[in-house]
């Protein structure tokens, strides 16, 4: 196995904080999604997740010339690991959020987040101006491309941003920019929520389609919801716990109620009811740790504790769901 060497191994650790929730989430955006309309800053940054999170948006009407000319204003500034001001340094996906960020476009901040982000390219042949290229697997350094094999990094500690060959075959190349990102920006309907509802970002999960419906009303990650599906029950929407808790998403009768279900096994009700609620914890309590454990243990036993309660169950199903959301490739 090849050695990662120090950025790599710097890039894994920040992997590690994302996962084990030490970085804020990163919603998931169906590929070419354009949120805001071209040149409509203020309705981006309006945009939210359900953690008050800006998402990340993919812009239209700017070119990848113009992304590798943002990029080349840093040429010079040093690799400072978990920087993302330039004054003071930039690491790769630093450099790569902020280049972007300055033509008005949103990214999320790690490497392997942005190896997800815009449209796959299929090689290197195939690359544009302005691409992001993203190398290892776990994916743990990006760089954008500028053409003749040649791309704009920070490529590690010690190291500054500068423009150098692309030494080896990017495991991603993904493009924000350009004719085929923009295709939606044509289509204004894209600007609405309901953009989100992408029946195909769930292949093969049983309700796919309801759990990306009620994620983009809502504002939760569909891949969320169904990890919560998944553990609470299975996937069964008949299922009654021992304490009476009902249908694909467990609610118990007076919660559903609360949240306007009128009958917890209906997989639709279910799945929005569920949906409503996760979005109320991630706003009150803005972890999805804690919002899991709310959903299980309620927001009141969080309060109290100041944290995840200390009961058994809770303990065990913060990390049951945050496994089946890890499944998901969430």
């Not at 292949?203 to 419906?213: A, R, S, T, W």
């Not at 995840?308 to 969430?330: C, D, H, R, S």
Request: charged letters at 15%.
């Amino acid at each position: 196995m090849p050695t990662m060497g120090v950025s790599g191994v710097l890039s894994r650790i920040q992997q590690l904080q994302g996962q084990l929730g030490l970085t804020p989430p990163t919603p998931e955006i169906a590929p070419g999604t354009v949120i805001s309309k071209p040149g409509d800053k203020s309705f981006a940054s309006a945009l939210t997740d359900a953690t008050g999170a800006p998402l990340p948006t993919i812009g239209g009407g700017t070119s990848g010339d113009d992304v590798v000319a943002s990029a080349k204003k840093y040429l010079g500034t040093p690799y400072v690991f978990g920087s993302t001001n330039p004054d003071k340094g930039l690491d790769c996906s630093g450099l790569v959020q902020k280049t972007y960020a300055d033509l008005g476009i949103q990214l999320p901040r790690n490497s392997w987040q942005q190896a997800k982000a815009g449209q796959p390219v299929a090689s290197l042949a195939e690359a544009k101006p302005g691409d992001i290229l993203a190398f290892d697997s776990p994916v743990d350094h990006v760089g954008i491309y500028l053409g003749d094999n040649k791309m704009i990094a920070a490529p590690k500690p010690g190291d500054h941003v500068k423009i150098q060959k692309v030494w080896e075959t990017p495991t991603q190349i993904r493009r924000v920019v350009g004719d085929s990102a923009t295709v939606a920006a044509q289509n204004m309907a894209s600007v609405r929520p309901a953009a989100l509802a992408n029946s195909g970002a769930l292949p093969g999960v049983p309700y796919g389609d309801l759990f990306v419906k009620a994620g983009a009303k809502y504002g939760v990650s569909p891949k969320l919801l169904a990890a919560v599906a998944k553990v609470e029950s299975g996937y069964n929407p008949q299922a009654v716990s021992k304490v009476g808790a009902r249908g694909l998403m467990q609610l118990m009768p007076s919660t559903a109620k609360g949240l306007g279900v009128d009958n917890a096994f209906d997989p639709e009700q279910a799945i929005f009811g569920g949906a409503k609620l996760l979005a109320r914890n991630l706003r009150e309590f803005k972890s999805v740790p804690l919002a899991l454990a709310a959903y299980n243990a309620g927001g009141g036993a969080v309060k109290k504790y100041d944290g995840i309660p200390p009961f058994a169950e809770t303990q065990a199903y913060v990390p049951k769901v945050q496994k089946a959301l890890a499944a998901l490739g969430g």
